[in-house]
């Protein structure tokens, strides 16, 4: 499961504490081709020697199943997503790299995607 804004006032949607919320703060660079349909996703892991990514609480990643499979928070990684047929279909990849809040250690997540609008 990943769990990832690109703003800590997405969360507002979901429930997210209150102070995230009104921090409305960008953790990601965005940027789009709309010609090529490509969507770039950069999680700011620069910023005075500690991501801004760790602003946020509920960007997070779990790597493995089971009881012991503790949520690692996403400090660092790219998505890129390709938009095909008017948007209908996307494909993609991302890797996102985390550390535990309670586990210490780096872990990462790599995919790839693919789906299509119903």
């Not at 409305?24 to 940027?31: E, N, P, Q, T, W």
């Not at 690692?72 to 809040?101: C, H």
């Amino acid at each position: 499961m990943i769990w990832f804004a690109t703003n800590t006032n997405l969360f507002s949607y979901v429930g997210g504490s209150v102070p995230q919320q009104a921090a409305a703060l960008d953790i990601a660079y965005v940027s789009a081709d709309e010609q090529g349909g490509v969507l770039d996703v950069q999680v700011d892991d620069r910023f005075a020697g500690m991501p801004v990514a760790r602003t946020s609480q509920l960007n997070f990643f779990v790597w493995r199943t089971g009881l012991t499979a503790g949520p690692k928070q996403i400090v660092a990684g790219r998505m890129t997503l390709q938009f095909t047929g008017a948007g209908a279909a996307v494909s993609g990849q991302l890797t996102m790299v985390g550390g535990g809040y309670v586990e210490p250690g780096a872990y990462a997540v790599v995919a790839r995607l693919t789906g299509r609008r119903r």
